[in-house]
């Protein structure tokens, strides 16, 4: 696998020496475990009344489980390799259902738009768990995975930059909100060795962020951009740009990334899609907080397929009901829970926010570094 090519397929991190290397030697928590936990659902609550508040939607239930054979549950990725727990359910039954447990509701809540019937401008936030079983377990990656996934409805002419960038707009304000309403609650998170929240969110194309950096891999592209902007929005992801790579591989049946908007940015551009991106103080690396954006059409969803090679999930039932408009138009996206109260709460490992699985390895380095892991 090309050095290109190795960038794009994996979290970026690979081994147990690395994991030991990039947590901080110095580290102790703002808070205590039980802190912690109070200040984790104080941002939650204000994060699903934000959240609701500022795009207009409600909350609702959500599946764990989804049906194989619909093609709802979420490939992560435009390759296919993260695929999702499987299992047989319905003792009794002469056929047994093909069950798998989600990892994002992404497809799903956009057919809940119309299930709940949902008008233009309204929508749903869910608190979404899943598992993903494909990941390498290390500081910000889990096999348990928490998010608020939320949908909204919209026309046509919403399909547009300018108001994928307005949407992010009031995500931002939201998050941000959370942690000055934590440090409020919680004061011993004003701590003089981390900054304050960056207020203001830089808007930057792939395109662009590969003509800054052309001789970086898209990790330190990322990371250095950071340097200069501590909170990011990236945009266009999925579309191959000028170096003939996409900056990262999206799957190709719900955000849009391959729509032109050469119109609007002078210059060429593809994709109406992104993720929202911070500089984490305590770990001292990039950490991803947001994926999101504008939803496929019937006509991009056949050319992301196409160019893709999965032009078969066509006969799925997800996808026949895009083809013949039996679902809205929408945006949407997942912000990841975990990875947002380890941001706001500022420490060192998910563990310490949630609790998952994680091997002895990893464990025995936290315990060494002063991070204790719940479990």
Not at 6 to 12: I, Q, R, V, W
Not at 43 to 51: P, Y
């Amino acid at each position: 696998m090309s050095n290109k090519a190795a960038d794009l397929a994996g979290p970026g991190i690979s081994t147990y020496a690395e994991v030991e290397r990039i947590l901080p030697q110095d580290y102790s928590p703002l808070l205590n475990r039980m802190d912690t936990q109070r200040a984790v659902f104080e941002i939650k609550r204000f994060i699903e009344d934000g959240l609701c508040r500022e795009l207009n939607l409600d909350m609702v239930q959500v599946p764990l489980i989804v049906d194989r054979e619909s093609g709802v549950n979420d490939y992560l990725d435009r390759d296919g390799s993260r695929t999702p727990v499987e299992f047989p359910c319905g003792l009794g039954l002469e056929q047994r259902l093909n069950a798998q447990v989600v990892q994002a509701a992404t497809k799903w809540k956009r057919m809940a738009l119309a299930q709940f019937g949902c008008a233009v401008g309204e929508g749903i936030c869910t608190d979404m768990r899943a598992v993903r079983k494909d990941y390498f377990l290390d500081h910000d990656h889990s096999s348990y995975v928490d998010q608020w996934d939320w949908e909204r409805r919209i026309t046509p002419d919403l399909r547009t930059l300018d108001h994928l960038k307005d949407t992010v707009l009031r995500i931002w304000k939201v998050i941000r909100g959370a942690g000055l309403h934590a440090r409020e609650r919680f004061p011993a998170l004003k701590d003089g060795r981390y900054p304050d929240l960056p207020e203001q969110l830089t808007f930057i194309h792939a395109e662009d962020l590969l003509a800054m950096y052309p001789d970086l891999p898209r990790k330190e592209r990322e990371t250095a951009i950071l340097q200069k902007y501590p909170a990011v929005f990236i945009i266009g992801i999925g579309w191959v740009l000028a170096d003939g790579y996409p900056h990262e591989m999206r799957a190709a049946d719900y955000d849009d990334w391959v729509t032109d908007t050469s119109a609007t940015t002078g210059r060429s551009t593809h994709g109406l899609n992104g993720d929202i991106l911070v500089w984490n103080p305590v770990t001292r690396r990039r950490h991803e907080l947001s994926s999101m954006g504008i939803r496929v059409t019937k006509e991009s969803l056949r050319t992301q397929l196409d160019i893709s090679n999965q032009s078969d999930f066509l006969k799925l039932p997800y996808h026949q009901a895009i083809l013949h408009e039996r679902i809205p138009l929408s945006i949407g996206g997942g912000i990841g829970q975990a990875r947002t109260y380890m941001y706001l709460l500022r420490t060192a490992h998910l563990g310490e926010v949630t609790v998952s699985v994680w091997p002895k390895e990893l464990k025995d380095i936290c315990s060494k570094k002063n991070i204790h892991v719940l479990e």
